[in-house]
Structure formats: C-alpha cells, structure tokens
C-alpha cells in the first residue's frame, strides 16, 4: 500500500495543483436579473418529463475568469422576418423585462433565431428569456453553436429537448423546463462558433415563439 | 403545431371512467335553460372576436382548436395589440377584417352569427346589448358587468332578443367539474351533508402592467375609451368603475362553483378586506369573505380569500366540506383532491372505484403513526378524469353546439347573475363592514 501511494502521489498532488489553479481561474457569471412576474389566468401545464421548478436563486454557475457578454447588440437573424410582435433587436438589447413590448414574436410552429458574434468565440454559457410573465414551457427547445450561418457543418448542440426530432436538430434528451425572470442557464461547455441559433416549436400557451433576450457569454478567438 | 384534441383522444385521455358514463356525466344538467336556438344547419359559424388582450388571446387559442368556426373579424382599440392579432392569424392563413370600434364592427360585418367579448368590464354590457339587438349570440367574458344594473340589463336583452348569451365561467363546461358534481356529488352523495366550503386564489405581488411607450394610444382615443391613462387602460382591474377588483377578476371563478354545486345562493354575506398594500389602486388587494347558505334547516358557511400580496395556501381550489367527505376542485388537475371520511359508510369504495368514480392513491408509509387524540387520517382517493385542452375551450364548444341547437347552454347569462349578484354583494360587504342580507328575490334577473 505504501508503496502504491508513494508511486501515485506525486500524480495526485499534481492533479490537485491543477485542479485548484482551475478552480481559481473560475468566476461565478453575473447578470442582471430583470423583476420577476406571473400573471394571468395559469394554465395547467401536461407537459412530459418536466424538470422540477427552481427553488429560489440558481446556484451561481461558474465560468472561466475574463468570460464576457458577448451577444449585447449584436445582429439577430429568424427563420420569419416578419413578426407578429417586436422586432428580432430586442433579442439582444439588454432589455429582461417581461413587460409589453420587451419581446419579439415569432410565428406559429417551428421557428428559429440566430445571433452573429460577429466574430468566432469559445461560448461558456447561453441564457435565455423567452417568457417570463406566465409559466409557460416552450416546446422542443434546441440551441446550437456553428460557424456556418446556416448551421449545415461544424454545428456543435448545446442543449437539445426536441424528444421527437421535431425541428430536424436530432431528438434531444434534455428536459423540458418553466423559464421564470432567471431565464434559462445552458451550459456551453467551450462550444466554438461565431453563431448561436436556437429553435423552438410554440409553447403551452399558444402556437408562437417568443424572445425577450438571450445573452451568450464566453471569450472571443484571439 | 396544433394540440388539437378529437373526440378519440379525449375519451382515451379519460380513461377510467368509461367513455359512455363520462359523455353523459359531461351534459348540462341545466333543466331551465332559457335561451335555447332551434336546431338549424350551421356547419361554419362565422365569428367576431372584441378584445384581443390578455383574455382574448386565451379565448383565440382555444377558438383556434373548434371545427366547425371562423374568425372573421377582430376588434381592439390598441393597434399595439389588434395588429398583433392581425398578423397571428394571418400567419395562421386565417386573414381577418380588424377594426378599432365594435359599432364599426357591427355596422360592415353582416356575415356573423356570434361575438366573444373579452374587453374590461365596464365595456361587458353596452357590448353585449348591441351584439344582441344586432341578431347575434355572445360569448362574454365575466364578470358580466362592473354594475348589478349592467349584468341585469344583459339577461333582459338576452330574453327580449332570444339570442344565447354565454358567460365565460368555463369552470361549467370542464369536464372534470361537471363529472365529480354529477356523479360524486350528486349521485353518490360523496361529501354527506354539506357543512363548509373554502375557496381561494392568492397570487403574488406583481407590478402592474406596462406598456411599450412608442405604442401609446392618443389621449383623445383613451378618454373616448372610458380610460384616464394608459396606465387605467392597462391596469383596469384594479379601478372602479372600469373593475371590480380581485374578488371580481379571480373570485368569480370559485364563487361561482359555490353556488353551482350548493345549486342555490346565500342568505347573507360579510367580508373584510382593504387596500393596504399598493398605494396607486381602487379595489381592495386583499379580501375575506363569509357566505351563509341555507342547507336543511342549518347552515353551510363558506369561506373566500383572495389576497393578490401573497402566494401561499396551495393556488386556486374550490372546497366542498361534508360529514362523509371533501371535494376538492381546481383547473389544474394537480390541486384535485378527494377525501373520505373514516365515519362514511353510505357508499363503499369498492363500489365507487368499481364504476370509475374514484381511484385509491396509495397510503403514505407513516399514515398508520397518527397520534390516538387525532381524528384518524383520511383515506385518499382522486378523480380520474382528465383533459388534454385549454381550459376554455370545452366551454366555447358548449356555446357554439348551443347556436347549432345541439346543447344548452352551461353558463347561461341568468344563470351567471346569481353569482354575479354575489359576488357585487361581498365588495359591498367589504365597504360596508358588515353582514349584508340576500334574498330569493334580488339575486334573479
């Protein structure tokens, strides 16, 4: 026994050198959050394997140290260019806030939007808002990261609830979710593109796809 | 994508009660329907839709489910919110003439068999009257009106006219509530002899409504409209003359329930309630209430809370307290609940769960560790009957079967005055800060 942890620790004190610099080059990301709202008459959700309702403040979600908002203002494509409500710069104007008028709205059915970084970046975290004024869950929900503008190569998927493939993206294994005021928190893992697009398919309310804001947060390439 | 829902998936989505035994639980009782259409051929009724806010997006969604209609046309003062319709259901490939004024409305579509009104309430009866004198049946939102005089006014139009006017308590139409007071209530005498009632529907503090500033409506439009400002326009639950307030706006659904399922209205009513929390308000943000129905020479109190500065107390439910058993309702299926009590022995379980009425949950594994000095834990059961629509939508079906002349109506207006009369009579209560008596003779139109 001895002589097995006096041949491994030297690999296990290096591994914990490493892990703490790791740790130590980690930050908790920080965003503001806009005021939370429900209203409205609720709707009873039959919704399928749904993940259990936050209770309180998310855990902080930790991010490599110098990870910045990188989709503030940046250029906002959709799959309808003509919506029903808002305009697609509302998508990354900073604006949280579930009132009237803070969100674009998409057509009925599948719909998606795309964010140009405008130049390629290591992603770390996508946070997104449809709705937050009444609980709602949008239907198969799928982001991607690529640098092709029209996500046919290099397209790597960061979180994917689409079960039944609905929007063509691979069925997803994810859960389906509530979005409150903290929006929804998806984890990029380093996932590498200059675009970030995400679909989705109406939700339980009605048949349209709403944005109020999504802010990609990472490192652009050197 | 469409969650449309055909008579095959709801049966099979309601499972255990067997298809026969729910489509007849599912049928009005209602035996002094008033208003009732003879049986004509409309296949397509043609449809006008008056307020595409907050309600009237919930009243499309579940319109956009029903064979057998068409939207046709759409009114709404806020361009903000009308073009928003306009180009959903052009998107939709359902193209609709859109108008700012309901009389413009009225005077260019002669097209249309029926409106669904879902504008603030002090819109409700002016509206509905002239729909009705225009020859066409309406679907209104509650309340029926911010005044007893509105609501009263509506039911005599309704009868002067012949015209069906529904009123949007859908609670009447869900299956779920028609089958558990039709068959657990009624049939199977499941609570005994009624002794209470508790009702609620708390909801957190929120801020009131904005709106985007670069839509705001002409303060000659908002004043023509009935409003101060666009903050009233948008807010308009909260200010009388324009609301009732929270008993009015989230009361009405379990009040209503109450005197359904006691199938009669209270003698007396007393409340308390005040405007404590936000300062820029008319109607009170917090409110208990006490009604006293007549049961067998006794009495059933039923009790009401809405508190808009709170969430707490398990949502919105409507409770039915007897000596054999509790019923209790919501629209979400989650807060349904059932109990039985140990002393109940007029109807056995078997029996019950036999013909799908019922269906045991399984005991919690520390059920048996009650205390001795305890009344024994209840044995419970929940109501195996489940849909897979939007809320409304089983009522709007009900009213549009209503103008083929193949149902009656489930929440026709006279019907709906009773609980609109008390409900008018508890925010008086509250004001009045006192027991308020209600006779036989005043809660009839």
Known sequence: MKIFVSCVSPIVAALLVATAAMAQDKVPLKTQLPKPLFVGTPVPLNVPNLEPPLKGKRADFMVPAGTVLLSKGKKVTASDDSPVTGTLDLVTDGDKAGDEGSWVELGPGKQWVQIDLAKKATIYAVLVWHYHSQARVYRDVVAQVSDDPNFKSGVTTIFNNDFKNEVGAGAGKDQNYVETYQGKLIDAKGAQGRYVRLYSNGNTTNKLNDYIEVEVWGKPAA | ?445
């Open chain 2, 1 to 445: 994508m469409v969650d449309k829902l055909n008579r095959r998936e709801f049966l099979s989505a309601t499972a255990v009660a067997g298809a026969a035994m729910l489509i007849d639980a599912c049928k009005s009782d209602s035996s002094d329907q008033k208003a009732v259409v003879k049986k004509s051929s409309l296949n397509n009724i043609n449809v006008a839709l008056i307020g595409y806010g907050e309600e009237g997006k919930v009243l499309l969604e579940a319109f956009l489910n029903i064979e057998g209609v068409k939207l046709v046309a759409l009114c709404d003062i806020w361009e903000y919110h009308r073009g928003e319709g306009e180009r959903y259901l052009k998107k939709l490939g359902n193209e609709v003439r859109s108008y700012e004024n309901y009389e413009d409305l009225l005077a260019k579509e002669k097209d249309l068999q029926a409106v669904l009104i879902a504008t603030p309430d002090f819109w409700h009866a002016p509206m509905t009257n002239t729909c009705l004198k225009a020859g066409l049946h309406v679907y209104c939102e509650k309340m029926m009106s911010n005044t007893i005089d509105g609501a009263r006014s509506m039911v005599k139009t309704m009868r002067d006219t012949g015209k069906l006017l529904q009123i949007g308590h859908q609670r009447r139409s869900n299956p779920r509530y028609l089958f558990t007071l039709n068959r657990l209530l009624h049939e199977a005498q499941f609570c005994g002899k009624l002794t209470a009632i508790q009702g609620q529907w708390n909801r957190a503090v929120k801020e009131d409504f904005g709106w985007p500033k670069k839509y705001e409506i002409s303060q000659t439009m908002l004043a023509k409209y009935g409003y101060k400002d666009m903050h009233q326009f948008r807010n308009w639950r909260w200010f009388k003359g324009l609301g009732g307030g929270p008993l009015s706006d989230l009361g009405a659904h379990q009040i209503d329930i109450f005197n359904w399922w006691m199938g009669k209205t209270p003698k007396s009513v007393m409340a308390s309630g005040g405007l404590d929390y936000y300062k820029n308000h008319d109607w009170y943000d917090n409110a208990m209430v006490i009604y006293e129905y007549p049961v067998e020479q006794a009495v059933a109190r039923a009790f009401y809370q809405v508190q808009t500065t709170t969430s707490a107390g398990g949502g919105y439910y409507e409770q039915f307290m007897g000596d054999d058993g509790t019923i209790r309702m919501s629209e979400d299926p989650a807060i349904c609940a059932i109990y039985r009590e140990a002393r109940a022995t007029a109807v056995s379980w078997d029996d019950l769960t036999q013909k799908g009425y019922v269906k045991a949950k399984p005991l919690a594994a520390d059920t048996a560790k009650v205390d001795v000095r305890e009344t024994a834990a209840l044995a419970e059961y929940e109501i195996p009957v489940f849909f897979n629509k939007p809320p409304h939508q089983p009522h709007l079906e009900n009213f549009f079967n209503a103008i083929r002349g193949t149902a009656k109506l489930n929440c026709p207006a006279d019907e709906a005055f009773t609980s609109e009369y008390v409900i008018h009579k508890a925010n008086e209560a509250v004001a009045a800060e006192k027991k308020i008596s209600i006779s036989d003779e005043e809660v009839r139109a």
